[in-house]
């Protein structure tokens, strides 16, 4: 392909993280045997020996100048998209679309997307965004810094986006921030430096670096780190603080414990004379790039969550909540050669991963072929009954969660089984994004009606029992457009729409539990769950599916044995988060859940016969959800009940410990994941941490009967290093298992699966 580059940035010298990031771009292109050509708008000032290199490396070179001087805001206090797109730039930019026939145009930065729209159809648009630049200007401020270099509206930052035919965001959170503003596909590629790691170096005192420019973003990090570093405990265990780069000047005179090294040759001197670095980084958006330096250099790296935002993290030394959390993590490892280890193994194996990530998302670019198939991606229609967009239970969590996975790989619209309001409507699209729609069925206002059932649906005794004929007709209008590719079914009780016709070629079941396991657990314990089904007949209906989605390992076992082939194992995720101080004096132990039986009887047995025994210790029992409906009244010392909470996430934030003492139930338990990938320490009956493996006694801790839950939750409040350890190893389980990347693997597959058939062809023989 024949590309043009355009950037307000040069690639040459590599000083700064952007410059570094459109450098290694470009580089890619080239070596996937492209024609790079570099048309660089002089916004920054660069010397003639950056042009000659810039020359040299780039098969072509384009100056165009830029006067700075006519910046200024054209929506009062901030930007229009296109207030820095001046008239002479875009004559320039025009005549270089008329001069030659170009297969690819990237544009850097979205205030220069404007250049998108003056090449001819037929080029691939493609928008290099860096940041998101809407509100940036509001977000700098509450943090009491300067704003500086561009900010806009949502609303401009939107139509900058709208321009181009793919969005290349620079990590996976302002991937969704994008497709929640755009019907353009936005697509993560993040970045890679080229750089070899370097050999561990021996020193006599051992060095702890931090590299940065000097801009007040880091200052503010840097001062914030060293205010809680306590540089006398640093120097007894044998440790200095290394600044360089323009954030020196914020470390003031050197002085025992702090060495100011300014300005440094090249980064790998700086990397090779350090034996771990820090990143405090807090605020702001984009990823990181010093902590990406870092790892790729190949040191141990220590940070907040911020400044691995991203990455993939899963050790809590690389989700620190905030810079005086990290100054901790930094005298630990100066003080625990163990801890040491950790960091180190831990940080290599971070770096292969997000290696190997980078370079997934680099292929794409090998042909035009492969990027206009990203661009034109499959389509899916989800069908549920469960309000997802509230994620105030477990269910609807998993189904948001799955939505903004999904959405990543393929356009998805959702079919859902009941009357919304134009509040539903709107939350739904902040989980579907721009390129999916909500449709809603509202079915008969006197129930579910089981007739007329067509005849070409062989409804299975079960099914038959579910079939609601408004609904049937529904997903067969929609079905009608043929625009989809996939049918996903959310719990098996909606599997009589299987029968829908025209079939989607790719019909896939979310299992979210293997239902008659869950009969058959509810009636060891005397109870009636609301669903009948025998494991034969459910199996058969399973066998009528293309693809289904288990939830987690036990089940996807099951399933994979029955069905060879047809199972994928899609667990359910949340996104990065920092992991909490466990070490904090405990103020709350708490529970969050619907209003199910297994919540009701499991919370009543622990109010009953666990409470009394550690209410006496200070902590109080907080509960969330609408089980606190079946306690309302409740007069017992220490129990505080919140009813449903419009934030789960404000609610967990302030937990010290989560118990679940559900005893039956089955499947997996959305609250137990919460717990692990939030850090929280936790006590757990068997069947609270059913579907894990692996963690107990590291990451959870099980109570097989009373005087265990009793004994657990007393040491947990007593010990704060218990709690860490325990903290730190539930966090760490969490992200492996229930991080994003867990889940991406089913998700693309699926997207494959639909992206190689036709909406209009029949579908598989199952």
């Not at 048309?39 to 290199?53: H, K, M, N, T």
Request: with cysteine; net charge negative.
């Amino acid at each position: 392909m024949r590309c043009l580059v355009i950037s307000p940035t040069p690639t040459h010298p590599q000083d700064a993280g952007n410059r570094q990031r459109i450098h290694a771009l470009l580089r890619a292109l080239q070596g996937f045997g492209h024609r790079v050509e570099f048309a660089f708008i002089g916004r920054e000032a660069v010397d003639s020996g950056a042009l000659a290199a810039m020359e040299e490396a780039w098969d072509a070179l384009h100056l165009i100048p830029y006067d700075r001087s006519a910046e200024s805001p054209g929506l009062g206090e901030t930007f229009a998209l296109d207030d820095w797109f001046p008239p002479d730039v875009e004559a320039a930019v025009a005549a270089l679309a008329d001069a030659a026939r170009y297969d690819l145009v990237l544009v850097e930065y979205v205030f220069l997307s404007r250049a998108l729209e003056l090449f001819p159809p037929g080029t691939l648009r493609v928008l290099d965004t860096h940041d998101v630049f809407a509100d940036r200007h509001l977000r700098l401020r509450a943090l009491g810094l300067p704003v500086g270099f561009f900010h806009t509206t949502r609303e401009e930052e939107a139509r900058g986006l709208d321009r181009a035919d793919l969005v290349l965001a620079i990590q996976d959170d302002e991937r969704a921030v994008f497709e929640a503003m755009t019907r353009s596909p936005v697509v993560t590629l993040g970045f890679l430096p080229e750089a070899e790691p370097l050999d561990s170096g021996a020193h006599e005192e051992m060095r702890i670096g931090y590299f940065g420019s000097g801009n007040p973003l880091n200052g503010h990090a840097l001062t914030r780190f060293m205010g809680a570093l306590d540089l006398t405990a640093l120097r007894e265990a044998g440790a200095a603080l290394h600044v360089a780069g323009g954030a020196s000047r914020f470390a003031g005179p050197a002085r025992p414990g702090v060495v100011p090294m300014g300005g440094v040759g090249r980064p790998e001197d700086f990397y090779r004379a350090v034996d771990l670095v820090v990143n405090p980084h807090e605020g702001g958006t984009g990823l990181k790039i010093k902590t990406v330096e870092a790892l790729a250099h190949g040191r141990p790296v220590i940070g907040t969550a911020e400044a691995f935002r991203g990455l993939g993290a899963r050790a809590a030394f690389h989700a620190a909540p905030d810079a005086a959390a990290t100054a901790e993590y930094a005298r630990r490892w100066a003080r625990e050669p163990r801890f040491r280890r950790d960091v180190a193994v831990e940080s290599a194996d971070l770096a292969a991963r997000y290696a190997r990530e980078v370079r997934r998302q680099l292929a794409p670019f090998r042909s035009r072929q492969a990027l206009e198939t990203l661009i034109d991606r499959p389509r899916a229609l989800l069908v549920t009954d469960i309000p997802f967009w509230r994620e105030s239970l477990g269910n609807q969590a998993r189904i948001a969660a799955m939505l903004r996975l999904l959405r990543a790989e393929m356009d998805v619209d959702t079919l859902f089984l009941g009357p919304t309001e134009p509040e539903d409507e709107a939350r739904a699209a902040a989980v579907l994004g721009q390129r999916g729609r909500l449709i809603s069925s509202p079915g008969d206002p006197e129930g579910r009606q089981g007739e007329p059932v067509p005849r070409h649906a062989r409804l299975t005794p079960f099914e038959r029992g579910h079939f609601d004929a408004p609904h049937f007709a529904a997903l067969e209008e929609v079905l009608e457009e043929r625009r989809h590719a996939a049918v996903i079914l959310e719990y098996i009780r909606l599997s009589y729409l299987r029968h829908a016709r025209p079939a989607a070629p790719l019909r896939v079941l979310d299992t979210h539990d293997v239902m008659a396991l869950r009969v058959r657990n509810f009636e060891h314990f005397g109870r009636e769950h609301f669903l009948r089904i025998g494991l034969l007949e459910e199996l058969g209906i399973l066998d009528g599916f293309e693809q289904v989605l288990a939830i987690q390992e036990s089940e996807h076992a099951l399933l994979h044995g029955a069905l060879p082939g047809r199972s994928l194992l899609l667990p359910h995720a949340l996104p990065d988060l920092p992991c909490p101080d466990a070490t904090r004096r405990v103020r709350r132990i708490v529970f969050l859940g619907g209003d199910s039986p297994m919540n009701r009887d499991g919370l009543r047995w622990f109010l009953d016969q666990a409470w009394p025994a550690v209410a006496d210790l200070g902590a109080e029992l907080h509960v969330a959800g609408r089980v606190c409906d079946s306690f309302a009244g409740s007069r017992i010392p220490g129990l505080v009940l919140h009813g449903e909470v419009e934030e789960t996430a404000d609610f967990l934030d302030a937990a010290d410990i989560g118990i679940n003492p559900v005893f039956y139930g089955g499947g997996l338990k959305i609250k137990t994941v919460e717990y692990l990938c939030r850090g929280i320490p936790s006590v757990l009956t068997e069947e609270g941490a059913f579907g894990l493996h692996g963690g107990e006694g590291r990451a959870w801790l099980v109570a097989r009967s009373r005087a265990e839950y009793v004994a657990h939750l007393r040491a947990l409040i007593r010990d704060p290093l218990l709690r860490r350890r325990l903290g730190e190893g539930a966090f760490h389980y969490g992200r492996a298992r229930f991080g994003p990347t867990a889940a991406r693997a089913a998700c693309r597959t699926l997207a494959a699966l639909a992206g190689s058939v036709r909406p209009d062809a029949a579908p598989h023989a199952a």
